[in-house]
């Protein structure tokens, strides 16, 4: 594995910031200056941001979002930019799972069968990826065959099922004071950053997204690379669909569409909560701990937001500004960064 892509795998936000200062913006530094000093007035004077309650509650809002942003990182950083198809993913597994919870077939069954569904998905889409096609056109294409299929599948109907059920201890249930989808999303999380880490797999993943000649000269090519990673995000998607499901006793091809909360579309999330969290976009450079992190950043903002008396309108405005402010911030550290070389 080449040097790049070790420094990349090893780096931290500490590393980050180091490297920064060592570079002399004084544009990114007085940008994020800035920016946190916003935030942490608005997170001071918040009403009730800084109790316990309200600190739970922001992480369990960042689990969904965060467990799909996981996903995703895997392909931002095998250098196969996003995948487009996230929601509509979520969307046909929302419907395969509460159809085969609503015809009696049990949690695990239902599981497996969704499961399955979102492999296949992830499968299609590599397999186009890796062969040669663009990212966006083959995911956005995706995107429309998989909502379409779900349309068709539930006749764009709200599909449910009867409580209690199998799927409950999942979407409600609780375990030391925690929600069950805060604990799975810590476990992924944990599991994620080994994986890429200290993994064969994760140590490809690095080589290739940071340099898809080297990856290609010692024999990883992207193709099955593609496949693997697009797997692994719509399965991150499908877990969340059940999730969801699960705690709503329903299925509906829009759940994750912009009724998805008040805070906008649900691929506009993830992909905001991937570059929130630092993940450079051309591959090579991040981690899931970034994303985890981005999700409960943005999950924060929000949650300040709403304390404030923001309506959607200006939450889902701030989304967006902070994917603007991320590209730009990352920019301009990898333009002194080669400054320097």
Known sequence: MNTTANVYASASPASLFNRIIQNHSPIVIVLVALFLAVFLYGMVTAPNFLTLFNLKTIVRDAALVGIMAIGLT????SGNFFLLSMKETAAL????????????YGFELSFLFTMLIALAAGVLQGALIGLGGNPIVVTLGAAGLFFGVASWWSENLVVSFRRPHGAEWLGSGSLFGLPNITIAFILISITAEIVLRYSTFGRQVYLIGANRAAGKATGHENFSMAIKTCAIASICSAFVAIAFSAQVSSAHVNYFSSEFGSSGDMTILVIATVMVGGNSIMGGFGSTLRSSLGAVFISTV??????????????????GLMIVFSIIVFALVRRGSRAQE
């Open 74 to 77: 895997f392909v931002t950083l």
């Open 93 to 104: 597994s929302i419907i395969a799972f509460a159809t085969a919870m609503s015809a009696g």
């Open 302 to 319: 929000d949650n300040m937001m709403v304390l404030h008396g923001f309506n959607s309108g200006p939450r889902v405005l701030a989304v």
